[in-house]
């Protein structure tokens, strides 16, 4: 059991954990094969960060067993430890040193010898399209140069599983594609990864297997594909201009809708799963609309994405967080920050 | 798939017990080597550490000097013992809101989830800062020397003196570990190390005469850790008696490194 290389690269059977009353994890089961990437989507406060930092022996479990790499994660964290990577949702970096710098310093705390750590550095600076920057100090680099280099920093011990805890949060766009083509490379290299995201296009870009979680539970498993048959055919969506039809509107779609219509009230988008009957639903649904005098803004009909999945699954969309009892919209700030960038 | 991925750079193979204690030293090295090179570069933190000091000893040399009256000696003499103990016990804020912020922004997380010892993170941190506090102790005497100071009782005593205020230095800043650690909030930990330490080494011998005092605020000055510290190093810069401050001094040292060694070891375990 100590170094099985053909098992999964992680194995996680009933996993458990409580903070006093809160049940972070109410037993997690989880295998990824070597060489992947599995997408752990859930909102904030679902338990993915917690899951990751059991995985990664920073936290002891309640209950249930992990391995990783083949080794227990409890019984046997520093033999773990000498085979994973992680990088977290800030950039773990020191800012008053530069990028060359914090890379060798991690070297040699990987007791790397000296030109041992100084080549990997050049390296990963290479790779990492830094070489410009390297006798920067971080600090002065822009927010996706920061996370680039803390991303190069959990490669130094060449990992055999890499773990990124929300890789891209705060990212503006672009510094967001770049990171997917790095995510990318990765994995063609035959790292195996858990990437832990709350972007569901995010998941649906890069994971090869995706879970769903949601309240310490995995709700759903599979690939971004079989997920999105879960909601079965299309959606019909719109925007309501006038924020006081919105109800009107709900209610004017139900009758054509497949399930229950669902209205985000801060942006006016209501959408509806029409099941199969395409065009037939768009027509009905237009019809619908006029007769109830709602104006609507883009009505379309679309291919489900993995929000209408988590939205079926859950009853609650995917970046909607629950933070001491008060609902708070992430998406709008999202939408903000998207367009504070473009 | 894992073979063509065969690191070029293979990591050393699994260490046992003088590996892994040969390199519980060189993380400590590494790491204490990276907090210097990290205050270095922050002019604030150079300020903080050095100048603020320095502005110390001239202001109560120069302003405050002239009104306090020392009965049979200098004020200066008295008082470079005085400044050196609370600049080495102050040293502790940049412990405590280090640890604070490496903890907020995932160093700490990146370093324990890594094959290094994970007592570096502790160790190296408490002896970065015991060299910065030598640094800073050193620099202070020279100051002092040019404004008037001496040392009157021979240089094994000054050493020795150096030695106490930096022992009593880590002591203060193994405390701020653990409050740094166990708070994790960087504004917070500066308040809190406010709260407790201005009052505990103000309220003490180490600027005036505890006879200067109001009785009931004696009571407290003469009876507490860094009155101790500071008389026993007073007494081995100038001269004088030595013996009871001594043993208190080191009684009460002692205890701080008893009851804060593990627990700020324990917070670090616990860190999240």
């Not at chain 1, 949060?169 to 990765?186: E, H, K, N, Q």
């Not at chain 1, 009905?284 to 109830?292: I, K, T």
Request: with cysteine.
């Amino acid at each position: 059991m100590s170094q099985d290389s053909s098992g999964p690269a992680i194995l996680v059977e009933g996993l458990t954990k409580s903070f006093g009353d809160v049940h972070a994890l109410r037993g997690i089961d989880l295998a990824v094969p070597r060489g992947t990437i599995l997408g752990v989507l859930g909102p904030n406060g679902a338990g993915k960060t917690t899951a990751v930092r059991i995985l990664t022996t920073l936290l002891l479990p309640d209950g249930g067993r992990a391995l990783v790499d083949g080794r227990d994660v409890v019984r046997q964290a520093p033999a773990v430890r000498r085979s994973i990577g992680l990088s977290g949702q800030s950039a773990a970096i020191q800012e008053e040193l530069t990028g060359r710098e914090n890379l060798e310093l991690i070297g040699r705390l990987y007791h790397l010898s000296r030109p041992e750590s100084r080549s990997r550095a050049a390296q990963l600076l290479e790779q990492f399209d830094l070489v410009d920057a390297a006798g920067r100090p971080a600090k002065t680099y822009s927010g996706g140069m920061q996370r680039r280099l803390d991303l190069a920093a959990s490669l130094v011990g060449r990992p055999q599983v890499l773990f990124l805890d929300e890789p891209t949060t705060g990212l503006d766009p672009r510094s967001r594609l770049g990171m997917w083509d790095i995510i990318r490379s990765l994995v063609e290299g035959g790292t195996t990864l858990l990437l832990t995201t709350q972007y569901l296009d995010e998941a649906d870009e890069l994971a090869d297997e995706i879970v769903v979680i949601d309240h310490g539970l995995v709700i759903a498993a599979g690939t971004a594909e079989e997920l999105k048959g879960r909601v079965g055919g299309d959606v019909l969506e719109f925007t309501v201009p006038d924020r006081n039809r919105l109800s009107d509107a709900v209610t004017a779609v139900a009758m054509v809708g497949e399930s229950e219509p669902h209205a985000d009230k801060e942006t006016g988008v209501v959408s509806v799963g029409v099941g199969g009957r395409g065009s037939d639903a768009l027509v009905d649904g237009v019809r619908a609309l006029d007769a109830a005098g709602v104006q609507t803004r883009g009505l379309a009909l679309r291919r489900p994405s993995l929000d209408d999945v988590f939205l079926a699954l859950t009853g609650h969309a995917a970046e909607e967080e629950e933070l001491n009892g008060k609902r708070r919209r992430s998406r709008r700030s999202k939408r903000d920050e998207t367009k504070a960038t473009s | 798939m894992t073979t063509a991925t065969a690191p070029t750079i293979s990591l050393p193979d699994e260490p046992g017990l003088l590996a892994r204690s040969r390199w519980a030293v060189s993380d400590t090295l590494v790491l204490a080597r990276r907090n210097l090179l990290v205050w270095a570069r922050v002019p604030a933190y150079l300020v903080f550490t050095v100048i603020q000091p320095v502005m110390f000893v001239l202001m109560f040399r120069y302003v405050f000097g002239g009104a306090i009256k020392i009965p049979g000696g200098d004020y200066v003499d008295f008082l470079m013992p005085g400044i050196i103990g609370q600049t080495a016990a102050f040293a502790s804020f940049a412990t405590a809101i280090a640890l604070a912020q490496e903890l907020k922004k995932g160093v700490i997380d990146r370093l324990r989830s890594m094959p290094m010892a994970r007592s570096a993170v502790l160790t190296g941190r408490l002896l970065a800062d015991t060299g910065r506090m030598l640094v800073t102790i050193l620099i202070i005497v020279a100051v002092g020397y040019a404004v008037g100071f001496r040392f009157h009782n021979g240089v094994i005593p000054a050493i020795l003196m150096v030695v106490l205020a930096t022992v009593f230095g880590l002591s203060i800043c193994l405390i701020a570990a653990f409050t740094g650690l166990a708070i994790g909030d960087e504004e917070s930990v500066q308040a809190f190390g406010l709260i407790w330490l201005f009052p505990i080494t103000f309220l003490s011998s180490a600027f005036v005469p505890i006879s200067s005092m109001p009785g009931w605020l004696q009571a407290f000055a003469n009876n507490q850790p860094v009155t101790y510290v500071i008389n026993t190093m007073r007494a081995l810069a100038i001269g004088g008696p030595i013996e009871a401050n001594l043993w208190k001094s080191i009684a009460w040292l002692a205890g701080i490194f008893i009851v804060f060694v593990p627990l700020a070891v324990r917070a670090y375990k616990r860190a999240s």
